[in-house]
Structure formats: C-alpha cells, structure tokens
C-alpha cells in the first residue's frame, strides 16, 4: 500500500495525528481513539507497512513512532500545492 493509500484512512490519520506529539504504546492509540487493540494494530501495520510510522518492543510493548522519511513521497506531491495555496494567502 502507498502512503497514499495509508492516509486516506480517517482512522490512520487520527493514529498518526497522536504519534505527531510522541511515541505511544499500541494501548495507548487504542485507548485515545476508541478503536479495539486489535483493530487499531491493524491501521499501525498498515502505516508501518507504508513507511509511515516504526515499531519498537519495550518489554511486552509495542511502542509506534512515526517515521519521518516516510513522508517523503506525500510532501514531495503535496508541496506545489501548499506553495499555490500560500501565493492565494499572501497574494504574492
């Protein structure tokens, strides 16, 4: 799956908005965002299968990161947007 593809997922992008502060126990996500451990195992392998986020193991726990150069490819597409959206703003 592509980082598109993992991001247009409502649900992942909730997971990766809560990463964005720090990284968070699988419990933790599931918790925040009131989705099943299992189903919110589910999105994180997802984005970690598109390079979005990185697994480590603390004991018994999975702890998710996101994964910075994962975000390569959306913010190469996404920056001639973000710079014809900035000229509307500024009017330059």
Do not use: K
């Not at 189903?39 to 994180?44: A, G, I, V």
């Not at 990161?65 to 014809?84: D, M, N, V």
Request: glycine share 8%; hydrophobic share 45%; charged share 20%.
């Amino acid at each position: 799956m592509s980082s598109f593809d993992a991001v247009a997922e409502p649900s992942r992008r909730g997971l990766l908005d809560l990463l964005l502060a720090a990284p968070r126990p699988v419990g933790e996500l599931a918790a925040a965002t009131g989705m099943s451990q299992p189903n919110t195992s589910r999105h994180l392998r997802i984005l970690r299968d598109a390079g979005l986020v990185e697994c480590r193991t603390a004991g018994q726990r999975r702890i998710y990161a996101i994964r910075p150069a994962g975000f390569a490819e959306l913010a190469g597409w996404l920056t001639p947007y973000a710079l014809l959206w900035q000229r509307a703003v500024t009017g330059r």
